[in-house]
């Protein structure tokens, strides 16, 4: 923990399902660190849930409002962990504010994994779709190596607690 004081805070990144908010939370009780879930600060923003609002101005109105929420967040938080969207690292703004002001964690876990998490899930437009695993799949191809590019450290999530992820991540920091 020694290594991290002075570090303004901690980002979670991954796909969706792969625990940022639960991990997140219990991360921040064990450092008594503040747990911030950006999704929760851009449906504050925006007035309405994320899924409303993909729905009524498409994705690229979306990933503005996002890059505002986490341009302001990694600029004003300190001693925080924040649950980051799946999707921010798509912008190369976003993953420069991470990388350089916040210490990265990458939750990594395979399409399959995920899947078995959201499958009961109706709260993710983008995985609103005829064949979810495919869907998975192409966001791990695509966003995987975006992950990686700004990881400070990388996790994987497949079997265990996330007591045991949380005492994992707390080792590395
Ligand atoms: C998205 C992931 C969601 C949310 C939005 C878009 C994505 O966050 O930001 O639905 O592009 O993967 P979670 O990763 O918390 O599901």
Redesign the pocket.
Known sequence: IASVVGEPTIALVG??GSG??AIGRRLGQQLGWRFVDT?HCIEDRIGCT?REF?EREGEDA?REV?EQVLADLTSSLRQSVM?T???SVLRASNRQHLRERTHVVYLRSSPEELLRRLRHDTK???LQVADPLQRLKD?HAVRDPLYREIAHTTVDTGRPSIAMLVSTIVQQL
């Open positions: 796909l969706p940022k908010s999704d994320i993909f979306f996002e649950a969207g799946g999707g993710r437009p983008l966001l």
